[in-house]
């Protein structure tokens, strides 16, 4: 382990000399690369030097009971010698989960679409009730939502909802949530009592900069409408709704929630941009073994990853076979135990793919 605390300090004071080049600060991509690795490096060898004190006191202990000319002073040794122990089989577990390779992608914020799926009004309803449990969360983690597009369902909810989360190491976080949400309940529209089963897919991008997706604006056909839906005096009569239209993939993204026809655009360019650079993190991912192992964030959207059983007040995620008997907890927002063991089943995994580092 020491060894290992070696080559990280050693890429440290590499990474802590590179961040104050000019080259290297004129060059917005590679210097936010550079911080975030100075930052995650800056964790290992902190905790590596805890480490390496708590080996000297071991040595240090060991030497004094060996010598045994003083009582005192072994007995106080022997228990300087097993809070050192203590401290180093705890500290080799930390920093073994602090050595799996992070992904650069964790640290962004997010843009969030909730579609209503199989369910019909229910399904909407459905997916208003998932985006009040995530703005819900969003708010105890200190994080911001805001929305970018709506599209209401008629009995209630969303048949759409698309919002951006802005905070620190929010993906990291809610890239867990991508998959389809499955909902088992008695609908408000059902009149004999029976129980239906609707979804809703969630899709959770990491919010790609201008740096990190170059997109080709000769490719980008802008449309201008007047909103529509409930609003104020400039629904209808300004057009301030923007419809992108992306030519080479077909993409489609709509803004209408702003006043401002730049507000708008704005909004929806950085969905847009989201979209084309999560479809390339797809690709790389396919070409990446560890993650093609994971079955806890594949980011696979058709694979159905929860249940919400009201009848029986129960949460079942499916890819850990996890099931809490707290619906109406999770559902105002508390999934932060739902997140924990997700993220401790996925370092799981990539500690054992990556056995080699330690």
Excluded at 167 to 185: I, M, P
Excluded at 269 to 278: A, G, I, N
Aim: glycine share 6%.
């Amino acid at each position: 382990m020491l060894e290992k605390i070696q080559i990280i300090k050693q890429r440290f004071d590499e990474v802590n000399d590179l961040i104050i080049q000019p080259d290297i600060i004129s060059d917005q991509k590679r210097y936010a690369t550079l911080m975030k690795e100075y930052k995650d490096l800056k964790l290992i060898v902190d905790k590596g030097e805890i480490y390496k004190e708590a080996v000297d006191n071991i040595s240090e202990s060991e030497e004094i009971i060996s010598d045994a000319s003083d009582a005192e002073m072994v007995e106080m040794a022997k228990i300087q010698l097993d809070e050192a122990k203590e401290t180093i089989a705890r500290l080799e577990e930390e920093i073994r989960f602090m050595l799996i390779p992070k992904d650069l992608d964790d640290a962004k914020n997010v843009v969030v679409e909730v579609r209503a799926g199989t369910g019909g009004d229910e399904a909407s309803i459905f997916a208003g009730d998932l985006y009040r449990m995530y703005s819900k969360y969003c708010s105890d983690k200190g994080w911001r939502v805001d929305v970018v597009s709506t599209s209401h369902g008629t009995s209630g909810g969303f048949k759409e909802i698309i919002f951006e989360v802005s905070g620190e190491d929010v993906y990291g976080t809610l890239k867990f949530e991508a998959g389809v949400h499955r909902v088992q309940r008695v609908p408000q529209t059902e009149t004999q009592g029976r129980v239906h089963t609707s979804a809703a897919t969630v899709m959770v991008l990491p919010e790609a900069e201008e740096f990190d997706y170059e997109l080709d604006m000769t490719e980008v056909r802008i449309e201008r409408t007047t909103s529509t839906g409930p609003g104020g005096q400039s629904v209808n009569t300004t057009y301030s709704a923007i419809k992108l239209h992306h030519e080479p993939t077909g993409m489609i993204v709509s803004c209408q929630d702003q006043k401002s026809s730049h507000k708008n655009l704005e909004k929806a360019l950085k969905v847009l941009r989201s979209r084309l650079y999560e479809k390339e993190l797809e690709k790389q991912r396919a070409l990446d073994s560890a993650k093609r192992k994971s079955m806890v964030s594949s980011g696979d959207r058709s694979a159905k990853i929860r249940t919400y059983n009201y009848s029986q007040g129960r949460v079942t995620d499916h890819r850990i076979s996890l099931t809490l008997y707290d619906l109406s907890n999770i559902i105002d927002g508390d999934i932060q135990k739902i997140i924990d063991e997700l993220m401790l089943a996925e370092n799981t995994e990539l500690l054992k793919a990556n056995d080699d580092l330690i």
